[in-house]
């Protein structure tokens, strides 16, 4: 079982928005500003979407956005394309220099 | 350009040892932690540990503390993830990565598929 929470699969038109949360506790997602989002393609590695909670790295649309509110954190991908079908981790920071992965995610373009 | 590489596939029988590469380049290697990450068939990610090559400071996760040893040579900006007698269970995706700063994961090499069958 993951240390963090996301739902099983997410579903959204081209052109609108979705948002996958990730659940943490007071001793990962809410007790730091260390969130990271990736996006894994089947047959692919993951690739970093969003890092300390809100920061895209280069080359990433700003149609991905990060945030958090106490223990729980959220992706948000607006303007949906059919190549943001894929599958989507969270991951915290959780003390002595350890990472904890949600179960990911998978968003079906419709 | 920052690039993690690693072999792309490893196959052994139960009992078997086994050592795989990651060799990063594009940057100052021993400056940045190198993590371990498993991904078994159709499952998420699972953060096993990470190493510093500049003293090879280790940390790894309770989960898979004894199950693996991780290693580096920093002469040739290579981190290596080992087993000593492997298992079935073992057969998954291995990816190492670099852990910047060491609060999240920015780079990923394209992963090591092990299998491990009789």
């Known amino acids: 079982q993951s240390a963090l929470t996301q739902p099983r699969s997410v579903s959204g038109s081209p052109g609108r928005s979705v948002t996958i949360s990730c659940t943490g506790t007071s001793s990962d997602v809410g007790g730091y500003d260390y969130v990271s989002w990736y996006q894994q393609h089947p047959g692919k590695p993951p690739r970093l979407l969003i890092y300390?909670?809100?920061k895209r790295p280069s080359g990433v649309p700003d149609r991905f956005s990060g945030s958090k509110s106490g223990n729980t954190a959220s992706l948000t991908i607006s303007g949906l394309q059919a190549e943001d079908e894929a599958d989507y981790y969270c991951c915290s920071y959780a003390g002595d220099y350890s990472l904890d992965f949600g179960g990911g995610t998978k968003l079906t373009v419709l | 350009e920052v690039q993690l590489v690693q072999p792309g596939a490893e196959v052994k029988k139960p009992g078997e040892s086994l050592r795989i590469s990651c060799q990063g380049s594009g940057y100052s290697f021993t400056s940045y932690w190198i993590a371990w990450v498993r991904q078994m068939p159709g499952k998420g990610l699972e953060w096993m540990g990470i190493?510093?090559?500049?003293?090879?400071?280790?940390r790894y996760s309770p989960s898979f503390q004894g199950q693996v040893t991780m290693s580096v040579d920093g002469s040739i900006s290579t981190a290596y993830l080992q087993w000593t007698s492997l298992e079935a269970s073992d057969s998954a995706m291995y990816y190492c990565?670099?852990?910047?700063?060491?609060?999240?994961?920015?780079?990923w090499g394209q992963g090591t598929l092990v299998t491990v069958s009789s």
């Open positions: 990565a670099r852990q910047a700063g060491i609060h999240n994961i920015d780079y």
């Open positions: 300390d909670v809100t």
């Open positions: 190493i510093y090559p500049r003293d090879s400071d280790t």
